[in-house]
T-cell receptor, first 116, second 113 residues
Framework: DAGITQSPRYKITETGRQVTLMCHQT?????MFWYRQDLGHGLRLIYY???????DKGEVPDGYVVSRSKTENFPLTLESATRSQTSVYFC???????????????FGQGTRLTVV | QKEVEQNSGPLSVPEGAIASLNCTYS??????FFWYRQYSGKSPELIMS????GDKEDGRFTAQLNKASQYVSLLIRDSQPSDSATYLC?????????????FGTGTRLQVFP
């Protein structure tokens, strides 16, 4: 089915472990985004990507790594998980503004990550 | 100063009333503005986009944009209990010829019968 999917939906990991959250979209959208959502902070941008092999930092990039070797995939890696990274993570994608006139973003269903 | 600011609420309105949600942004160069609705435990869903000054209507929803005042609002007419959710304002910020989407913290709306 077309859309944007995240995996896993739920993850519990221990502090210090590396964990990767996956995001896959079937629309061939140029842009992809990773956000974290915490109570009182809304959605905060971690990293974003304008195209394959082009990534850039958002508001809260420390402790995270991304890659985008293919247009459809945008994995987010926590290199050494900390309790402060316990959050709900959302991936989103959008077409480029130059092509669509806007940057309406569509979200995956989210990954709830708990670091213990 | 946050790049996108919203009152966290909750905003409580009776069923059938007009709910008015507000958002301000700091980057004068922003060109695209969005309202998302998020139900508890769900992902955000786009309900309105607006790109030029003035009003844009879609059913019971009206988005209003005033670039001079750096202000975006969302009006929900004939509010229903099913409209109870958090409403997120998002602004496209262009940086080095790439776009990033920045969100406010959201306003929680409660519509009571």
């Amino acid at each position: 089915d077309a859309g944007i999917t995240q995996s896993p939906r739920y993850k519990i990991t221990e502090t210090g472990r590396q964990v990767t959250l996956m995001c896959h979209q079937t629309w061939s959208h140029s842009y992809m985004f990773w956000y974290r959502q915490d109570l009182g902070h809304g959605l905060r941008l971690i990293y974003y990507s304008a195209a394959a092999d082009i990534t850039d930092k958002g508001e809260v990039p420390d402790g995270y790594v991304v890659s985008r070797s293919k247009t459809e995939n945008f994995p987010l890696t926590l290199e050494s998980a900390t309790r402060s990274q316990t959050s709900v993570y959302f991936c989103a994608s959008s077409e480029s503004r130059a092509r669509s006139g806007g940057t309406e973003a569509f979200f995956g269903q989210g990954t709830r990550l708990t670091v213990v | 100063q946050k790049e996108v600011e919203q009152n966290s609420g909750p905003l409580s309105v009776p069923e059938g009333a007009i709910a008015s949600l507000n958002c301000t942004y700091s980057d004068r160069g922003s060109q695209s503005f969005f309202w998302y609705r998020q139900y508890s435990g769900k992902s955000p869903e786009l309900i309105m986009s607006i790109y030029s000054n003035g009003d844009k209507e879609d059913g019971r929803f009206t988005a209003q944009l005033n670039k001079a005042s750096q202000y975006v609002s969302l009006l929900i007419r004939d509010s229903q209990p099913s409209d109870s959710a958090t409403y997120l304002c998002a602004v496209n910020k262009n940086s080095y010829n790439t776009d990033k989407l920045i969100f406010g913290t959201g306003t929680r709306l409660q519509v009571f019968p």
